[in-house]
């Protein structure tokens, strides 16, 4: 929308997947689940600001519930912030890099029983897109998400849930 408002040739084109997985089995996941745990799913690069409002509430989760599990992909800063040993950073197999192929991290997704996609509201936040919550969805990942971005796609309760404090 802004960039139309500069160049009527602009074309916005609603993200999509290009096929999607197998369904889960949730009957057998849980069978497999031995330790009753739930997984959280975070991954991002360079979201050290919009997340951290989110650490403190995500800590007295883990405390409370110490079978919560944290999955994070890039993001260094997230995973050392996180105050539970139940956790694991996820990188590179050969270059140790935070990068993933992204075969794996759609992967280590479709694992995790939550995911967490905080954005704050600022003027690059808000150009950004709507992929990472179809990638969840496609894997059949619960979506909690800040409303930048995610509120015109996700219907609160229905498809997703949207929070609106670290306390929500």
């Not at 889960?24 to 975070?42: A, G, K, L």
């Not at 912030?81 to 197999?93: C, I």
């Not at 270059?95 to 992967?107: F, K, R, S, V």
Request: aromatic content about 12%.
């Amino acid at each position: 929308e802004r960039f139309s408002e500069l160049n009527p040739e602009v074309k916005i084109f609603e993200n999509h997947l290009l096929q999607l997985p197998p369904p889960r089995n949730y009957d057998e996941e849980d069978r497999q689940n031995t330790d009753h745990s739930v997984t959280i799913f975070y991954g991002a690069l360079n979201r050290w600001k919009d997340c951290q409002e989110i650490i403190p509430a995500l800590n007295d989760l883990c405390k409370k519930y110490p079978q919560v599990k944290i999955f994070v992909i890039a993001d260094q800063k997230f995973f050392s912030a996180l105050k539970t040993k139940n956790k694991l950073y996820f990188k590179h197999d050969k270059t140790g890099m935070a990068y993933i192929p992204y075969e794996n991290y759609l992967q280590t997704m479709r694992k995790s029983d939550i995911i967490l996609m905080p954005l704050q509201e600022n003027e690059f936040n808000v150009g950004k897109s709507d992929i990472k919550f179809l990638e969840a969805s496609g894997q059949g990942v619960a979506t909690i998400a800040s409303p930048t971005v995610y509120e015109r796609t996700i219907v609160d309760g229905k498809t997703g849930f949207i929070y609106h404090s670290p306390a929500e």
